[in-house]
């Protein structure tokens, strides 16, 4: 048990120590800045029942993942404030590291705030985001850590940033965006040849964050907040592939997962593309 955290529900899938994994799984449960639809703190253990549902063998890549010697760290107790919460998320993460450097690291939320902290612990050069939005402000609602004001701050850091699925943002977010040379492909833009052009030649290590709000209403309705004429499952799964095949990917997370109910569907589809990870990461 790490410092940091503690266990409230146990995935569908055989676990091994963090010493011995080759994946460690771990939540960083937050909503404390959330501006709609609260519940994110809920995310990981929503995410970790909805493995109930599903099968451990992925049919498209001919893997069992319960065969993988896969961990899970537990979730982070956090603070309310969003600052405290970041440095005690990150010192969580250190630890993780020191017992483990070698297992692949994935992070379940959680509002996107909380993707700060993997980042600034496993120092990616590039940061490939999945977003409903862009999350470029300066700040919002009295706070430079803001869940609207990641991708900003991970830039500021010296990360390259490219975001995909976007369809909501302000004119000062496409103005920075525009001003530092950060790339993003709108919703109704997105294929996956504009995918590959623009991340192709985007430095490594690269860190993947999954909004779950980058995906249409209808997969995943319980989210902090929810943007019509998102991508398909497909569209992100693609992708994901052909980084873990082509790139070196430091660390996965899949954030702004809610709710207040067990089995929901956004729930599900996200414990979907978790297995997805696992599984395509394994080949």
């Known amino acids: 048990m790490l410092l940091y955290t503690y266990r409230s529900f146990d995935m569908e899938l055989p676990t091994v120590s963090i010493e011995e994994a080759d994946y460690v799984i771990m939540g960083l449960p937050f909503d404390g800045t959330t501006s709609y639809k609260p519940g994110a703190r809920f995310g990981p253990v929503l995410i970790r029942q909805a493995t109930l549902n599903l099968e451990s063998y992925i049919l498209d890549y001919d893997v069992d993942i319960a065969e993988l010697k896969i961990a899970d ?3 982070v107790a956090l603070p ?3 600052e405290d919460a970041i440095k005690v998320g990150i010192e969580a993460i250190k630890e993780l590291r020191s017992v483990n450097r070698k297992a692949l690291p994935i992070f379940l939320g959680g509002e996107h705030s909380m993707t700060y902290p993997p980042v600034a612990v496993l120092k990616p050069k590039s940061y490939v985001v999945f977003d409903a939005h ?3 402000r300066d700040s919002y609602q009295g706070s430079r850590f803001n869940h609207a004001c990641v991708a900003r701050r991970i830039h500021e850091n010296g990360v390259e940033v490219a975001i995909f699925g976007v ?6 977010e496409v103005k920075y965006a525009t001003e530092n040379g950060i790339e ?8 996956f040849d504009a ?9 490594e290590p690269i860190y993947v964050s999954i909004d779950i709000d980058v995906f249409d209403i209808p997969l995943v309705p319980e989210t902090g907040t929810p943007e019509p004429g998102g991508l398909r499952f497909w569209d992100v799964v693609n992708a994901l592939e052909w980084l873990t095949e082509r790139k070196n990917v430091v660390g996965f997370d899949i954030m702004e997962v809610s709710g207040d109910k067990l089995g929901n569907v956004t729930s599900i589809t ?14």
Do not use: P
């Open 184 to 191: 993003w492909v709108h919703a109704r833009d997105y294929n």
């Open 270 to 283: 996200a414990a979907k593309l978790l297995f997805h990870i696992l599984g395509m990461s394994s080949r």
């Open 134 to 136: 862009l999350d470029l």
């Open 73 to 75: 760290a537990g979730d």
């Open 80 to 82: 309310v404030n969003v």
């Open 167 to 172: 369809r909501s943002g302000t004119r000062e």
């Open 195 to 203: 995918f590959v052009d623009l991340v192709a030649s985007l430095s």
